[in-house]
């Protein structure tokens, strides 16, 4: 099986090899090159973060984007940024749950000027959040 090849676009940064996987800087734009048929593969897995080029080569710019990408031909790649890492997104997801866990899920009989409409389960907020957190990793 062909493989695809990844090299910056107006830079000497190159993808890093780390263990088992690549680890890029999502502010560097980048070629991915190969056969037509792995960049169509690559593309389904990099759905918008690139730009087609030609049938052989995408650009790929992450832009703000951090974390994992499993694209075919290529394996596993990790986008890092200067701004901050995958870890940190991690923890901004437990600051939220932290202030998230201290809000008022109910609104009892002291409630002043508070009108409330929603369904009356207690968990809905928190599977909201707990959905949120799912789509957002």
Known sequence: MSTLTLHSRRSTVQPEKV????????????????????????????AGVYEQITAEVLLVNFGNSVGWFRVPGLGLLEVISGKWE????????????????????SIGAGSVGVEWNAVEQQTV???????????LS
């Open 86 to 105: 995958s870890g940190h997104f991690d923890s901004m997801l437990l600051d939220l749950s932290v202030w998230a866990s201290a809000l008022p899920f």
């Open 19 to 46: 263990a088992e996987h690549l680890r890029v800087q999502g502010e560097v734009q980048w070629y991915l090159e190969g056969s037509a048929e792995l960049i169509q593969q690559a593309a389904s897995a990099l």
């Open 125 to 135: 907020l928190y599977h909201a959040f707990v959905y949120l957190r799912l789509v």
